[in-house]
């Protein structure tokens, strides 16, 4: 598969370069990745080392979760994580990613963020995994950031912990204070969930990878093709085009992993309704009180998000923490607009000011 990969990369990169410089660019926010980058230098006061470290998965901790003997082969590997090593004792921030992608979504956040910030990368999905990466159950991902959580805890005891996630990153977090049941006993305070899906509809992404049929070429080429004619504008055809240049060049030859665990997560959703986002959205704030959810310009997710406001109005589907303006609509960004410097830097600061 690599040829064909390696040739659609290169095809989708030289397209992107050319659009960029014809002056086309994606609209996420209204500023430049530099202009961000200026605004927020100019305001930090000084810009911080970033430096990856590992967090082993030792037998002790596989032990605590419970790991299952087909996942025992996942003893003594390591995560992958960024600090950025911040001198600070307050609220450390947690970041957790998005399907396919990693840590490195984050470093201009951690390297102009005054704050302690860490961004972990899920097991299996750092460069160095892709050739030895086992499969794990979500629920066993799960847990195992809940472990990772509480090691950041134990090494650097801030006084509260705040966790973002970004799109399938959400979800987990959300899981994991929900359907897996997670105790919050290392100083969890806020999550900041960007782009949880409300309903199996809004896994487009996730959909069209879980339907991968094996890791020959034609097959992982359909499913490429299939991604980018979504698009209806050329931001959002340079948009999925960016994404799937920063997935498939990581996995190559061996989407397997991938397929097996967006396959997991589309399997959690039992039906089309908001259902099942809603009661976990009422079990996370029995354990955090302080949850902020921020969803994108998608008009297929501003409907559902309004389909279930109206539902809690009538029956209180939320739960009694419910608070006007805990789910909140961005109509000028998109999907990966939230993450952008600027829009995640807004975000994070706002909430953990309420902490």
Not at 235 to 243: F, T
Request: glycine residues 6%; hydrophobic residues 40%; charged residues 25%.
């Amino acid at each position: 598969m690599d040829t064909a990969i390696v040739a659609a990369v290169i095809a989708s990169i030289a397209t992107i370069v050319a659009a960029l410089i014809s002056g086309r660019r994606m609209v996420g926010s209204r500023k430049t990745k530099n202009q961000n980058q200026a605004a927020l230098s100019s305001s930090a006061t000084s810009v911080s080392k970033v430096s990856e470290k590992l967090f082993l998965l030792d037998e002790k901790l596989c032990d605590r979760i419970k790991l299952k003997k087909t996942e025992s082969l996942v003893i003594n590997k390591e995560m992958h994580y960024f600090d950025n090593n911040v001198d600070s004792t307050g609220t450390i921030v947690i970041l957790l990613h998005g399907l396919g992608l990693d840590q490195e979504d984050f470093r201009n956040y951690l390297k102009y963020s005054e704050r302690r910030c860490i961004a972990p990368t899920l097991y299996g999905f750092h460069r160095e995994d892709r050739h030895e990466a086992l499969k794990l159950s979500l629920e066993s991902h799960c847990r195992i950031f809940g472990e990772f959580i509480s090691y950041i805890a134990e090494l650097h005891k801030p006084k509260s912990i705040l966790l973002a996630g970004f799109s399938l990153g959400a979800d987990l977090i959300l899981w994991s204070f929900s359907k897996y049941q997670i105790e919050n006993t290392s100083g969890v305070k806020a999550l900041l969930l960007l782009d949880p899906n409300l309903t199996s509809t809004t896994y487009f992404l996730t959909s069209a990878l879980a339907k991968i049929q094996s890791n020959q070429s034609d097959d992982v080429l359909d499913v490429i093709r299939q991604i980018g004619g979504k698009a209806q504008t050329i931001h959002e055809w340079l948009r999925l085009h960016q994404y799937m240049v920063k997935v498939f060049g990581k996995f190559r030859d061996d989407v397997s992993f991938l397929k097996d665990f967006a396959a997991q997560a589309v399997d959690n959703f039992p039906n089309e309704t908001t259902e099942s986002f809603a009661g976990w959205y009422k079990a996370a704030l029995d354990s955090v009180k302080l949850i902020q959810y921020v969803f994108s310009n998608d008009p297929g997710g501003e409907s559902l998000l309004k389909e279930l406001l109206h539902e809690n109005m009538k029956n209180n589907i939320l739960g009694k923490w419910y608070r006007t303006g805990m789910l909140k609509y961005e109509a000028g960004i998109d999907h990966f607009g939230l993450i952008e410097l600027e829009n995640l830097s807004r975000y994070i600061e706002r909430l953990a000011n309420e902490i």
